[in-house]
């Protein structure tokens, strides 16, 4: 599955995985406007509903000792892999036509 990432490979944060598809439509739905490329447009509205999402994940998060990094998009066949101090909390999620994965990696600051 190609990967829409929102954080830096290894950091805290998010990392959405989608089908170009999928993300075309949410792109669409968030623009109000057809998307039919991953243009930089489509970019930044995946960008926008990653900073959404872990935004509103952080706003969970058990203390203020927790930290997550700002969203970038990574497109492509990619691996995200953490070091071993990062919890990973997968959320499989259905969305307009198709799937999707958010990942939330969280790294308690000390």
């Keep these: ?3 829409l990432s929102a954080c830096p490979a290894g950091l ?3 990392v ?3 089908r170009e598809a999928l993300a075309l439509q949410l792109a669409s739905e968030l623009l109000d406007e057809e998307m039919t ?10 960008g926008e509903i990653a900073n959404m999402i872990a935004g509103n ?4 998060f058990p203390d203020e000792k927790c930290s997550i990094s700002v969203p970038s998009v990574v497109i ?4 995200t892999s953490y070091p071993q101090d990062i919890e990973v909390i997968s959320i499989p999620c259905r969305a307009g036509d198709g799937k ?6 969280i790294k308690k600051n000390t």
């Design 37 to 46: 490329a991953l243009d930089e447009d489509c970019i930044d509205a995946i």
């Design 16 to 18: 959405i995985n989608m």
């Design 100 to 105: 999707l994965v958010i990942d939330v990696a």
């Design 12 to 14: 805290p944060g998010v």
């Design 57 to 60: 994940a952080k706003t969970d």
């Design 1 to 3: 599955m190609p990967v």
């Design 76 to 79: 492509g066949k990619h691996k």
